[in-house]
């Protein structure tokens, strides 16, 4: 009887303890190869976007434009990395968004009001300083479904 009802407690905690499994996700062509990083991880339904500089697809360059134009390109590197993945910016439900310069916040919700529509993803956004490759915008976003 004790192997018994070991054995059942046993089976209903190995239930709870089972690993989600997780996938590194790396579409050709969306990122500089060589960076130290994966584009995207999936763990369960949900998907985790590293953080979106306003880079051309492949590459280390920055668009030019200033920053509204690095955060259109940043809102379609992340795009593509969720496209590329079976999900979409509507499956978005949470962004960390960080500005060279805070006074340009105003001018960054124009550009995400444009790509993300109500209901709106959760978001966090502050200032920081040393964006890579001088970028004025990064983006980051977890997509679930």
């Known amino acids: 009887m004790n192997k018994y009802v070991l054995l059942v407690v046993a089976s209903v905690l190995s239930v709870g303890a089972q690993a989600e499994t997780v996938e590194f996700l790396n579409p050709p062509g969306l990122m500089a190869k060589g960076l130290p990083f994966s584009p995207a991880v999936r763990v369960g339904g949900q998907v985790y976007v590293t953080g979106q500089i306003g880079t051309t697809p492949g590459t280390t360059t920055l668009v030019s434009g200033g920053m509204a134009a690095e955060a259109k390109q940043s809102i379609q ?58 970028a004025k915008v990064e983006l980051d976003c977890i997509a679930a479904r």
């Open 77 to 134: 590197n992340i795009k593509s990395i969720l496209e590329a993945n079976g999900y979409a910016l509507r499956d978005v439900v949470k962004c960390t968004v960080m500005l060279a310069d805070m006074s340009e916040w105003a001018a960054f919700n124009e550009v995400y009001k444009s790509a993300f529509t109500p209901p709106y993803p959760a978001r966090s956004a502050f200032g920081a300083n040393g964006l890579a490759f001088g």
